[in-house]
């Protein structure tokens, strides 16, 4: 008498596979019929779960960011024109030839015998040479860096406070955080600049206090900009530190004062290496959106340093010089794939913290 293993998987009939698609909606019921019953049976077994639940954000990735970069970047590497679009297209059709390519890269000369390639890397070697959009890198990222610092100095503190209070105030102060967002950010920065004019609430209260004799001038200043920035982006710190802070165990610090260390002690042995990873998340949560910031320097900064997120606007809508704006485009992210990555490290391996 045969064994039977209960371990085998079910057998998959066409009967069920047609109505696992179907379930599935009507595309999927189309890609069944189309395909051949290996794929079909492939489709139905790895793609009708999670592998579908998790294709659909790479889905949305590839349109809505991949497709637009890869866009910016042929445009980078075209010429200017003074045309609607302004900037000559890459591919065009030719007597002889189906497809000319004109782009920039003198090493694939010769990458089909029926593809020309015109070499031109004029525009990211304008950037690298020109002092205006270097300093504006720098400028950006010094002002991203220094902004998200104090974001972290203000926010960790009222992140502890709300990990370590009662369940009811966690949800109120939560919802102060948050209160501020349901308001339109441009409302929220041309309300700075009313606080910090000359003639503004601040110089009009320390006049009348006696503490200064005269207006002192903090629009069009990095202060502006530092104040707009983390005013701003104060809440995608608080955020992160609060949930990991929230999840930490009090006994721990229970247990190293039982040994003998002092409150500061066991915060900085204990409670400040388990929060690194809420740390860095805040942390480059608030420096990478601000990299790119516009509408904060352009209303609140100074004239003479800009962001580059000010001349990337400058180079599309006054020059008109797409090709040049794409560069700087295609340059900042460059600049940011490394923090990019290494925000994704950390969430990964928070992700793994809290499985464990």
Known sequence: MKSVDRRAKPILTPAKARLAAGRMGPLWLLLFRLAPPSWSDYVIKHWSGRGFVVAVPYLWLLLFFTAPFLIVL????SERLIAM???????????DIPVVLEWSFSSVMAFLSSIEVYADLDKYEFLLKNTLYIESYVYSIWVAAVSAFWCLMIG???????ARCTPTWRNVLLL???LPSFTSFLLRVYAWMGLLK??????????????????????????AVYIGIVYSYLPFMILPLYTNLEKHDPTLLEAAADLGARPVKAFLTVTLPLSM??????????FIPAVGEYVI?????????????????????NNGDWPVASAVAVVMLVLLVGPIMAFQYFQSRGAEEERK
């Open 156 to 162: 960790y503190p009222m992140a502890y406070a709300m």
């Open 176 to 178: 102060l955080v948050m």
């Open 297 to 317: 320097p352009s209303l609140l900064g100074p004239t003479d340093q800009l962001m580059i997120g000010r001349v990337l606007s400058d180079e599309f809508f």
């Open 198 to 223: 000359s003639n503004g609430v601040i110089n009009n209260v320390l006049l009348a206090l006696g503490i200064i004799d005269e207006p002192l001038t903090m629009m069009n200043t990095d202060f």
């Open 277 to 286: 990873s809420g740390i860095v998340a805040g942390f480059l949560l608030v």
């Open 74 to 77: 042929k445009i980078s590497f």
């Open 85 to 95: 679009p302004p900037y000559e297209p890459l591919f065009g059709w030719v007597d």
